[in-house]
């Protein structure tokens, strides 16, 4: 299962089959995943800052920030950012009283994040970026979010044990 297969499910969110398939994606894929999205992420405002900074000539001082801390910098945020979303999830476990980890909530915030980041990159592209469509944006992705997390069964009960003396 490669990288295009991983979005191609991704795609195909938030049915019950597919949310399990991306249960099993190996953690190769998975990372390969992540990259992919970031990269989809940065590169409009990538390449125009590439653009500008060979018109304005600058290019051989800046190439340095511009191919490796910019880069960096996204995918740093872009984990973070993950990972406040993923603490959304424990919300949305406990309300759901679904048995489910971290690492897991983790996994599926990623793959929940598709359809929003290639929509905000297609966003971006046009120049139509604004706080609205971000508000739209993180909505969708709290639906396909919260729909991924009710596929999972609800958490057994412990019985009690009521000890007579």
């Not at 299962?1 to 249960?23: A, D, E, W, Y």
């Not at 018109?55 to 800046?62: D, M, Y």
Request: aromatic residues 12%.
């Amino acid at each position: 299962m490669g990288i295009l297969h991983v979005l191609k499910l991704c795609l195909s969110l938030p049915t019950r089959q597919v949310v399990f398939q991306l249960n099993r994606v190996k953690t190769k894929h998975f990372f390969g995943y992540i990259v992919l999205l970031l990269l989809i992420a940065l590169l409009p405002n990538g390449i125009q800052l590439v653009t500008d900074s060979i018109n304005s000539g600058g290019f051989s001082q800046e190439y340095l920030i511009i191919l490796i801390l910019y880069p960096s910098l996204v995918i740093l945020f872009g984990i973070l950012g993950i990972s406040l979303l993923a603490s959304i999830g424990i919300l949305f476990r406990w309300l759901t009283e679904r048995k489910l980890v971290y690492p897991l909530l983790w996994r599926m915030t990623v793959f929940a994040l598709t359809y929003p980041v290639i929509i905000f990159t297609i966003l971006d592209i046009f120049e139509m970026n604004g706080t609205l469509s971000s508000l739209l944006l993180l909505v969708m992705f709290m639906i396909i979010f919260f729909k991924m997390i009710l596929v999972y069964p609800k958490a057994r009960k412990k019985k009690q044990v009521n000890k007579a003396h």
